[in-house]
């Protein structure tokens, strides 16, 4: 099945500990982002990529960083730098823009749960 | 990207139909109107997108008015299963960069 897969849903770090979430995607997409959710909130973009080895800062990549290695993998570290990283993060991707299929929406996985004691 | 307005909360019975509105009074001539939904502690879904026609699919009806500042995303017999937060967002298709959440309708279908 193609989709998109994000490990694990829920992640329990201590504080000042950097941690990785993982987002692999088999639906050949070339864009891939970063969202974060807090409790009764929309979505924050904290970082997109559009191509591999290349991506751009969102509305608050600060304290996180990522890597485009590969088109599959778009993994995302929270850093020791973020001031309140627990939230629920959510990755998402999509065609390029010119492209025919699914008119370019965005199809987001499950999303991991990540508490900071 | 245009901003949107939503209720923030709405109740349906199971088996009605449930109309939820957007206001979008800024949108420009290019952009469409999409329509997400989360149900609680999943990834946001896809429904529908439309630019000025109504439109249909298997999942949802998307009402646009003649003057495109505004919508109405319609669930023909709403089920249990619907209840989740609903989020208009309007951007000009195909383009890049992130989707514009804001905190959506919540939709509560009741038996």
């Known amino acids: 099945d193609g989709g998109i897969t994000q490990s694990p849903k829920y992640l329990f770090r201590k504080e000042g500990q950097n941690v990785t979430l993982s987002c692999e995607q088999n639906?050949?997409?070339?864009?891939m982002y970063w969202y974060r959710q807090d409790p009764g909130q929309g979505l924050r973009l904290i970082y997109y990529?559009?191509?591999?080895?290349?991506?751009q800062k969102g509305d608050i990549a600060e304290g996180y960083s990522v890597s485009r290695e590969k088109k599959e993998s778009f993994p995302l570290t929270v850093t020791s730098a973020q001031k309140n990283p627990t939230a629920f993060y959510l990755c998402a991707s999509s065609s390029l823009a010119g492209t025919k299929s699914s008119y370019n929406e965005q199809f987001f996985g499950p999303g991991t749960r990540l508490t900071v004691l | 990207d245009a901003k949107t307005t939503q209720p923030p909360s709405m109740d349906c019975a199971e088996g009605r139909a449930a109309n939820l509105p957007c206001n979008h009074s800024t949108i420009s001539g290019n952009e469409y109107v999409y329509w997400y939904r989360q149900i609680h502690s999943q990834g946001p879904q896809y429904i529908i997108h439309g630019l000025k026609n109504n439109e249909t699919n298997e999942m949802a009806s998307l009402i646009i008015t003649e003057d495109r500042k505004s919508s109405t995303l319609i669930l023909p017999h709403a089920t249990l299963r619907d209840t989740a937060v609903y989020y208009c967002?309007?951007?000009?298709?195909?383009?890049?960069?992130?989707?514009?959440f804001g905190k959506g309708t919540k939709l509560s279908v009741k038996p």
């Open positions: 967002i309007v951007r000009v298709r195909g383009s890049q960069g992130n989707l514009i």
């Open positions: 639906l050949n997409h070339d864009a």
């Open positions: 990529s559009q191509i591999v080895n290349d991506f």
